[in-house]
């Protein structure tokens, strides 16, 4: 399977073909440099520009970015054998020693900011990425400080699952049967004894599984 990472974003609905034109190249450069920053990856200060004004531009959201990406992932499952739908969570660190990045929010403590990262991550059999078939980012507007153990306690006990964060385990299972149905598959769910998904009914299966939360797709038994 040979897949360009322009392809993957051809069909991006942002309003413009020259935004959607701008987008394939900035995609081509990082791509090509995934592991430098935006000014080192870019061919020269024209191109660095561009790209900030590409960023900033209001016509353009990760959700757009991503959509044709995700839609050729969920493609990519229906066409396989069996497929595992893992999902994790990573923060992405975006402190600066000076002026804070826009947006930003607390991470575990205030002089920390940056936002959080929940994929669900599809793979074949054989552990070939497919691509992201869901995502969740959110910062947080403030952290809770100087909480005793029975202040956190009764805040877990009272605080309704839908307004705890953890609930990004439910809604990435949701979002896992979701490509399934859509794919006329049948998915079976294994998670951590501690992971808030435990909260949702799922079929057993026999299977095993690594991360916090796996989901396996596999063909739906039409007899």
Same mark, same amino acid.
Request: hydrophobic share 40%.
């Given at each position: 399977?040979? !897949? ?11 309003g413009?073909?020259r ?18 920053s ?11 520009e561009?790209?900030y004004?590409?960023?900033d531009?209001d016509r &353009? ?7 044709p $990406?995700?839609a050729?992932t969920?493609e ?9 739908? &893992? ?6 660190d975006?402190?600066?020693?000076q002026?804070?990045?826009r947006?930003?929010?607390p991470m575990?403590? @205030?002089?920390r900011?940056?936002?959080?990262? $929940?994929p669900l991550?599809a793979?074949?059999s $054989?552990?070939?990425p497919?691509g ?5 980012v959110?910062t947080?507007?403030?952290?809770k ?6 202040q956190s306690d ?10 705890k ?12 049967r979701? !490509?399934?149905k859509a ?9 951590s ?5 435990? $909260?949702?009914?799922r079929r ?5 599984s690594?991360?916090?939360? !796996?989901?396996?797709v596999?063909?739906? @038994?039409r007899?």
């Open positions: 399977m040979s !897949v360009s990472l322009q392809d993957e974003v051809r069909g991006a609905a942002l413009d073909k935004l959607t034109k701008r987008l394939s190249n900035i995609i081509e450069q990082l791509g090509a440099k995934p592991n430098m935006v000014p080192a990856a870019t061919r020269g200060r024209a191109e660095m561009a790209a004004r590409f960023f531009n &353009v959201s990760p959700e757009k970015i991503l959509q $990406h995700i050729a969920r990519r499952i229906s066409q396989s054998e069996v497929a595992l739908l &893992v999902q994790d969570t990573t923060d992405l975006l402190t600066r020693p002026q804070q990045v947006g930003a929010g575990e403590y @205030d002089s900011r940056g936002a959080f990262f $929940h991550l793979f074949d $054989h552990g070939l497919l992201v078939a869901w995502q969740k959110w947080r507007k403030t952290i400080k100087n909480f005793t153990k029975n009764q805040w877990l006990r009272k605080t309704p699952i839908e307004k964060e953890s609930f990004r385990w439910i809604e990435g299972m949701r979002a896992a979701d !490509v399934a794919s006329a598959l049948q998915t079976a769910t294994r998670t004894t501690n992971c808030s998904a435990n $909260h949702e009914p057993k299966a026999k299977f095993t690594w991360c916090a939360l !796996v989901t396996l596999t063909p739906a @038994d007899t």
